[in-house]
Each structure stands twice: as C-alpha cells, then as structure tokens.
C-alpha cells in the first residue's frame, strides 16, 4: 500500500535491493481507459494521443521551470502552463476543441504524482519534481523482502525501541555537548547524534519538540508543502474492463494499464465537488502478481473527505461507504454487469488520518512559495554544530524528493556525515569516542 512507483532511470538504490532480493519491477504499457465527464467511454485512440499529448507538455513545464525559474512569479501554476499551451495549439490550429478538454481534464492527473490539485502546484518550483524525465516501475508485490535486507543490520546490531514516541530533543551544553531525548513513557536518554526521519507532515505540526531549532529550519518546514494522496483497492471477479482496443495500436491482447474519469458530471449524490479519478490495473501485471483489482489513486480534498468519511468505520459499513463512493466509477468501464462484477472487497489507506505519517503522503511545492530549493536546503542542512541532523523524502537531492530512494539515500549521507564529523569536541576528553551513540527519532 506504500509507494509501489520506482524510477528506473539512473542509478537507484530501490532498484539495485530489488534485483538482490528478487522483488519484481513491473513496467506499465502506454494502453489507457478514459471516461469523460458524462460517463461515456472515449475512443482508445483519443486515449493514449491525450495521455502522450499531457506527458509531452509535462516535459515542456520542467524544461521552462528548469531555464526559467528566477522569472516565473511564484503565483503561476502548472495549470497556467497546460492553459497557455493549450490555448497557443487551439489559435494556431494544432488541437482541436476536443483535444483541448481531454488535455486539460487528464492535466489533472498530476495530482496522483504530488498529492495535490494541478492548479496548486508551483510552476517556478516544477524542476524540484525532476522524476518526470525518468522511466517508471512498480512493484507488483510489496518491499517485504527489501525491508528484511535493509533491516538485518539495525536489527543485529541497534537497540530499537518501538511503540515509543519522541515528546523533545534538546541540547544539553553543560560538560560534554549531548542531546538529550525525552519519551512519551518519561524516559530520558543522552546521545551524541539524533536524526530525526520523521515526516516533513509530523514536523510541521511538532516543531516545538525540538525547542532549539534553527530559526531558517523553522522557517523552511512551515513554507514546505505536503501532499495528500490515498489509495483504495478494490478486487473484482474478474477482470471485466479488459477488451479488445481495435485501433489503439498497443494489440488486441495488451492489457489495460491505466483508467482515467475526467470531471464527473453523474455522482452529484456522491461527489458534488466533481473530483476526477483514476487508477491502474493490476490485472496487467504478468503472472502470477496478475490481479482482478483497480488500485484507486486519490489526492487533496477527495482523500480528506474520504478518510473522514471512514476514519472508525469497520467491515461491511466501511465496504459499503467505499463502493457508494467508487460505484459510479467503475460500472462506467467496458463489460460491467451488476450480477457478474460487483465487487469483493475494499482496501484503503488513512494517511491523512495518521498522525505517524504527518496527516499526509508526503512533499510537494505549491503555489506561493518563494524560495523552495533553499528550504529544502536548510532542512536537509540541519544543525550540525548541535548534532541534530534531518533525514527523509523532504530532504533528498532534488531528483530524489518525494521518494523512497531519496529517503534511503538522505539517511546514507546524514550517516555518512556523522561519522566524519566524530564524537562532539567536548566529548573526546573523557575517551569515549567508542562508546558515542547516534539516534534516529
């Protein structure tokens, strides 16, 4: 249920613990449902040239944020760029009107990749979201074996304490520099290094656990942005929306990878606010991760309202909640039949119900913001001269934010830090540069 998206283009450290642990990497095929606002299916052929048209002006948007960041006033969203381009193509005649409001609706996709609505994410800061240019996998199954390679170590070797949460970190100067961490259960223990992997979401809303803050981290975790994505999966009989796409050019037996529904003008009871979904398939997965299920992706508003809506509901009136909720939906797609199709199951995430994951997925940059790349700088930075350091997805290198492989790759270098900065000064004079601890809170 985590982030199952892994860019294969480079080197990535998720990439290279999956080929040593024999997790599989699955690459999506270009074969694309599209429902529009009235519920009718669009042709396949519209599909995929909408789908291509809305990658090409995403590679368009980072290009121009890349070489023209300092000129782009921080009010600009990617929505004005797609608006403007679409609006320049339409006069000089290479979009049609329709290809116009399918490129637009499907724009919206882009809130699945952040967590937000298109038209609040910044345009000055799109080069940040440098994951565009790279080549996408997901992995079909889960990280189990990944997190059971990367744990061996720690778990050896580290003394962890779970179901115990941080309530302060504060510096103690008296004697030997320390930093003192408090617990909920009242512990307090002394350490020469603690680095804080909490979510950038969990630090906006507990900055005063950490009374000594730099006032330029402050700053910078309160500019910051966080997205709101959740996913819903639902499990079907069968694969129903599977058929043959006469004309798309992907064959008659490709499998469906990904269904978008534009804005919907038909589930007013249900989605009044006409929130635009989608999904893939796991049903285009090769055997034996292949799946009769949709994996629901949802972002801003619509995953508030819906982990709102089913935070402490349990079994059938939780079930029944998401189908009355995803219903409209799926019965659009090719094949459906009530008697034949309904669903089996649900499963959705609560993140934004999750005080551990930060009441959110994880960064983005919206509108507004006017320093973006200094402040992640400032986090990733951290406090040095007190030994308090920051690691996760917040403070990865730019084409890593946002990501499991820049939270790996965070850690790594926080760690890699540590070690060459050694044991506080004042410390040194007692000889116990053996025994000096570092923490990850």
């Known amino acids: 249920m985590g982030p199952q998206e892994v860019d294969i283009t480079g080197y990535n450290p998720i990439v290279e613990l999956a080929k040593e642990t024999g997790t599989p990497l699955h690459r999506w095929k270009g074969n694309t449902l599209l429902v529009d606002s009235d519920g009718n299916l669009v042709s396949s052929d519209e599909a995929n040239e909408a789908l291509k048209q809305v990658w090409d002006i995403l590679e368009k948007a980072i290009t121009h944020s890349t070489n023209h960041s300092e000129e782009i006033p921080s009010s600009a969203s990617l929505y004005n760029f797609f608006r403007d381009w679409c609006d320049r193509t339409l006069q000089s005649g290479e979009m049609t009107e ?8 499907m724009s919206q996709m882009w809130g699945a990749y952040v ?19 790279g080549d996408d996998c997901f992995i079909p199954t889960s990280y189990e074996k990944i997190m059971a390679k990367v744990s061996a170590i720690p778990l050896e070797k580290a003394r962890i304490q779970l179901n115990t949460v941080m309530t302060s ?3 103690r100067t008296s004697g030997a520099l320390q930093i003192c961490v408090t617990t909920s259960d009242g512990k307090v223990q002394y350490f020469d290094d603690v680095v804080v992997t909490t979510p950038l979401g969990w630090l906006k809303q507990h900055k005063k656990s950490i009374p000594q803050m730099h006032p330029r981290v402050v700053s910078a975790i309160d500019a910051m942005s966080y997205g709101r994505l959740e996913k819903i999966l639902i499990e079907f009989p069968t694969a129903f929306w599977e058929c043959v ?19 919907p003008s038909y589930a007013a009871q249900t989605n009044p606010q006409r929130w635009r979904l989608e999904c893939v398939s796991f049903h285009a997965f090769a055997e034996p991760y292949r799946r009769n299920i949709l994996l629901f ?34 019965t659009r797609l090719p094949n459906y039949d009530a008697n034949t199709c ?22 983005n940059f919206r509108v507004g ?4 790349a200094q402040d992640v700088q400032a986090i990733r930075h951290g406090m040095p001269e007190q030994h308090i350091y920051f690691a996760g997805e917040h403070t990865a290198p730019f084409d890593g934010l946002g990501t499991v492989a820049g939270a790996y790759n965070s850690g790594e270098k926080v760690a890699r830090r540590i070690i060459e900065s050694g044991p506080p000064a004042e410390a040194m004079s007692d000889n116990s540069a053996e025994g000096s601890e570092a923490v990850a809170c």
Request: hydrophobic letters at 35%.
């Open 98 to 105: 329709r290809e116009v409001e399918l490129v637009l609706g």
């Open 115 to 133: 967590g937000d609505r298109v038209e609040r994410q910044s345009l000055k800061f799109f080069y940040l979201e440098d994951c565009i240019e």
């Open 169 to 171: 970190i504060e510096v």
């Open 245 to 263: 796409t006469a004309g798309s050019g992907t064959g008659p037996n490709e499998p469906v990878s990904f269904v978008h529904w534009l804005s």
């Open 297 to 330: 992706y949802t972002f801003g508003d619509c995953s508030t309202h819906i982990t709102t809506s089913v935070r402490g509901l349990h079994g059938e009136p939780r079930d029944r909640w998401l189908q009355q909720f995803f219903e409209p939906y799926y």
């Open 342 to 363: 309904a669903p089996l199951r649900f499963l959705a995430t609560e993140w934004c119900n999750d005080e551990f994951a930060g009441n959110g997925g994880y960064t």
């Open 369 to 372: 913001m006017a320093d973006a």
